[in-house]
C-alpha cells in the first residue's frame, strides 16, 4: 500500500471550512439507512481490520502526562493515540474525517501528531506503515480504542525531536517537540514494553520464558568488531558529575568508573542483560574481561538500543547540576532492571571492570 501523508488540519482549515456547509447538505438529502452505510464504511477503513481484545489495560504516568495502554491477546502492546495527541499537545480534532476522506481515495492517512510537513523527511518508512493503519482494540469492559504498538511512541519522539534540531518547526510544533523531548526521558524502546507490563498489571502472567526471548535478542552469539560506543562526551559529563577535573592528555579514567557505567547503561539496558554479558565475555588469567560488553550484544536490536539508552542518559547528564541530581532523575526515568532503588553512594575502591 501507498502512504502518502495527509496535510494536517492546522494547514487544510480552509478548505475544510470551504466543504463545511456542502458536506452538511448531502447529509442532509440521505436516508437514515445510507447514513448508517456510510458511517459503517468508514469506520471499517478507520479500523483496518477486526477489534482486538486487550486481556489488561493500564495508564503509564511521566510527568503530567497520561498514557493509557493494553496488553492483546495477541501478544501486542497498544498506547491509545488519543493518549500520545494528548500527551504531546495535539489537537484531536479532524483526524477522523482526514482519515475517512483519506480511504475513499484509497490511500492512508497518518495521524495528526505526525501529519504536519515539516515531520515527512524524519519519518523512516517503517514507522511511516506503521503509523497509517491504527490497532483496534477493546479493552476489557471499555470501548474500542485505537491505538498504536507501544514500541513506536519512542521513535515518534525521537522524529520530533530530529525535526526540531534541524530547525524546520513553527513555534506552535516546537512545543510538541518539548513535550516529546520529556516523554522520551521516561522510556527507551527497550523499556516501553516494560512500562506498559507494569502499568496493565500484565508482567505477573508473563510466560516463564519471557527473560530467555529478551537475553536471545540482546546477546550475540559471536563477539561484534570493536566499534568506538562510549564517546569523549560521556565521560566529560561523568567527571562534571562527580566535581572532577576532565583529564584532556590522557584517556585513563578512575576504576569506579566502570561500576558506575554498568550501574548507568546495562542495569538500566533490559533485564538480565548486565548478568548474561559477565558470564558470556572471555576474560583472561587474571579475571579480566578480554573484549567490551558492547562487543557482545546484537547487532539488530541490543547494540542500537544501547546507543538509544546512551543517548537519553546523556540528555540527563546535561541537565543534571551533581552526580547526586543526575542519579534521582535516572533511576526515576529509567530504573534499574529487577532492582531496588539504591542509595547514592560514593565507590572508592571498585575496580571498573565489565567495561
Known amino acids: 500500500m501507498v502512504v502518502e501523508v495527509v496535510a494536517s488540519m492546522e494547514e487544510t482549515s480552509a478548505k475544510d471550512a470551504s466543504k463545511a456547509k456542502g458536506g452538511v447538505a448531502r447529509a442532509e438529502k440521505l436516508g437514515p439507512e445510507r ?68 480511504a475513499e481515495k484509497g490511500y492512508a492517512v497518518l495521524p495528526r501528531y505526525v501529519a504536519p510537513k515539516a515531520l515527512k523527511p524524519f519519518i523512516p518508512n517503517d514507522l511511516m506503515a506503521l503509523l497509517s493503519e491504527p490497532i483496534a482494540y477493546v479493552p476489557a469492559g471499555g470501548t474500542m480504542a485505537k491505538g498504536i504498538e507501544a514500541q513506536a511512541l519512542p521513535k515518534i519522539c525521537r ?12 513555534e506552535a510544533q516546537r512545543r510538541t517537540a518539548e513535550k516529546a523531548e520529556m516523554l522520551s526521558f521516561g522510556f527507551a524502546e527497550v523499556g516501553i514494553a516494560a512500562l506498559v507490563d507494569e502499568a496493565t498489571g500484565y508482567q505477573k502472567e508473563r510466560a516463564s520464558n519471557a527473560l530467555a526471548k529478551i537475553l536471545e535478542d540482546f546477546i550475540a552469539t559471536e563477539l561484534q568488531p570493536y566499534v568506538p560506543t562510549f564517546r569523549p562526551e560521556f565521560y566529560a559529563q561523568l567527571f562534571r558529575l562527580r566535581g572532577l577535573d576532565y583529564p ?24 538480565g542483560v548486565l548478568a548474561e554479558l559477565k558470564k558470556v565475555i572471555p576474560r583472561n588469567e587474571a579475571g579480566r574481561p578480554t573484549a567490551k560488553y558492547f562487543q557482545k550484544l546484537t547487532s539488530n536490536k541490543g547494540y542500537p538500543k544501547l546507543m538509544e539508552h546512551l543517548g537519553g542518559v546523556m540528555a540527563i547528564m546535561q541537565l543534571s547540576s551533581d552526580y547526586h541530581d543526575f542519579i534521582r532523575k535516572l533511576d526515576l526515568l529509567h530504573p534499574r532492571y529487577g532492582q531496588q532503588m539504591l542509595l547514592p553512594y560514593e565507590p572508592d575502591t571498585d575496580t571498573g571492570k565489565g567495561i
Request: hydrophobic fraction near 40%.
Open 159 to 170: 522524529v520530533w525531536i530530529e525535526a526540531r534540531n534541524a530547525k524546520k518547526l513553527n
Open 35 to 102: 447514513r448508517r452505510e456510510i458511517a459503517a464504511n468508514a469506520a471499517s477503513a478507520r479500523w483496518r481490520g477486526a477489534p482486538v481484545k486487550a486481556t489488561h489495560a493500564g495508564v503509564i504516568r511521566i510527568g503530567d502526562a497520561s498514557l493509557d495502554c493494553a496488553n492483546l491477546a495477541d501478544g501486542r502492546r497498544v498506547i491509545s493515540e488519543a493518549a500520545i495527541m494528548r500527551a504531546l499537545g495535539r489537537g484531536y480534532s479532524g483526524y477522523y474525517s482526514q482519515r475517512d476522506a483519506a
Open 248 to 271: 584532556k592528555d590522557t584517556v585513563q579514567r578512575p576504576q569506579y568508573f566502570g561500576v558506575l557505567t554498568n550501574d548507568i547503561v546495562y542495569k538500566r539496558l533490559a533485564p
